[in-house]
T-cell receptor, first 113, second 117 residues
Framework: DGGITQSPKYLFRKEGQNVTLSCEQN?????MYWYRQDPGQGLRLIYY???????QKGDIAEGYSVSREKKESFPLTVTSAQKNPTAFYLC????????????FGEGSRLTVL | AQKITQTQPGMFVQEKEAVTLDCTYD???????LFWYKQPSSGEMIFLIY??????QNATEGRYSLNFQKARKSANLVISASQLGDSAMYFC??????????????FGTGTRLTIIP
């Protein structure tokens, strides 16, 4: 099936540990994005990548890192420098065509204990 | 300054009634796109409808229509004949510019819609 796969769906970590969230897509879309969602708030952009081996900071990049070594993959690392990492993380892709809507994965819920 | 404002944190609507979800936006870019997404309790974001700033007519997709009032910077979502499955969070979002391939969207805080049987 074509789509965006995020894993793990739920993740628990201790404070001070780095954690990596996976995002894989087989839609052949060029652009990929990471958003963070907190309760009662909208989505905020962390990082985005328009092409392999290139990525840009979004509005809340501090404490996060990404890589884009393959078109299909855009992993997000939540580092120990991120002060409030507990959140719902959504990965998205876009084709760059038509209306330019984003296609989203099912999300990963990270809880830091 | 907040670019997307959704002033209704929650709404309750009787099944089969129409519902309007409010969204106002702020941008100085003459080229922009407006989106509505639905987020059920499962968490995934579902694209509903799009309106471009140069589109002459209001966008429609099945039971969804977008009431676009450019001068008022308003992009309200109208759902006709609401169904129980419409219960979800709804987010308004905006892309500034028409730089396709760089779809950075700015989202509002959302409206939680509950349909009452």
């Amino acid at each position: 099936d074509g789509g965006i796969t995020q894993s793990p769906k739920y993740l628990f970590r201790k404070e001070g540990q780095n954690v990596t969230l996976s995002c894989e897509q087989n839609l052949n879309h060029d652009a990929m994005y990471w958003y963070r969602q907190d309760p009662g708030q909208g989505l905020r952009l962390i990082y985005y990548s328009q092409i392999v081996n290139d990525f840009q900071k979004g509005d809340i990049a501090e404490g996060y890192s990404v890589s884009r070594e393959k078109k299909e993959s855009f992993p997000l690392t939540v580092t120990s420098a991120q002060k409030n990492p507990t959140a719902f993380y959504l990965c998205a892709t876009s084709t760059g065509a038509n209306t330019g809507e984003l296609f989203f994965g099912e999300g990963s819920r990270l809880t830091v204990l | 300054a907040q670019k997307i404002t959704q002033t209704q944190p929650g709404m309750f609507v009787q099944e089969k009634e129409a519902v309007t979800l409010d969204c106002t936006y702020d941008t100085s870019d003459p080229s922009y796109g407006l989106f509505w997404y639905k987020q059920p309790s499962s968490g995934e974001m579902i694209f509903l409808i799009y309106q471009g700033s140069y589109d002459q007519q209001n966008a429609t997709e099945g039971r969804y229509s977008l009431n676009f009032q450019k001068a008022r910077k308003s992009a309200n979502l109208v759902i006709s004949a609401s169904q129980l499955g419409d219960s979800a969070m709804y987010f308004c979002a905006m892309r500034e510019g028409l730089n396709f391939g760089n779809e950075k969207l700015t989202f509002g805080t959302g409206t939680r819609l509950t349909i009452i049987p």
